[in-house]
């Protein structure tokens, strides 16, 4: 079993920063992927960014050059630096966890982030 447990999200103007973090505990194991996806009202769940354990990471087109996602295998712990926000990256961010060897893949409970004026 894994758990996690996002926090940051919250509300902040256009141009804005938000810093979200995900505290995973339980059986980690490597090799994995941690990433972060959203989901906004009346759409499908989309992948944000992601890394692997040995440092490789995927961005999605549409945050390119304003997130950041960053992690601490050692404390078992991701964050995603949000720059230049949008009113369309306005979606509840869920922390994932997907453990390679046994194919598992665990969410965390999301946390809402919006982005208005």
């Known amino acids: 079993q894994v758990q996690l447990v996002e926090s940051g999200g919250g509300l902040v103007q256009p141009g804005g920063s938000l810093r979200l973090s995900c505290a995973a505990s339980g059986n980690i194991f490597s090799p994995n992927t941690m990433a972060w996806y959203r989901q906004a009202p009346g759409k499908q769940r989309e992948l944000v960014a992601s890394?692997?354990?040995?440092?490789?990471?995927t961005y999605a087109d549409s945050v390119k050059g304003r997130f950041t996602i960053s992690r601490d295998n050692a404390k078992n712990t991701v964050a995603l630096q949000m720059n230049s926000l949008k009113p369309e990256d306005t979606a509840v961010y869920y922390c994932?966890?997907?453990?390679?060897?046994?194919?598992?893949?665990?969410w965390g409970q999301g946390t809402q982030v919006t982005v208005s004026s």
């Open positions: 890394m692997t354990s040995a440092g490789y990471t």
């Open positions: 994932n966890y997907r453990h390679w060897t046994s194919s598992r893949t665990y």
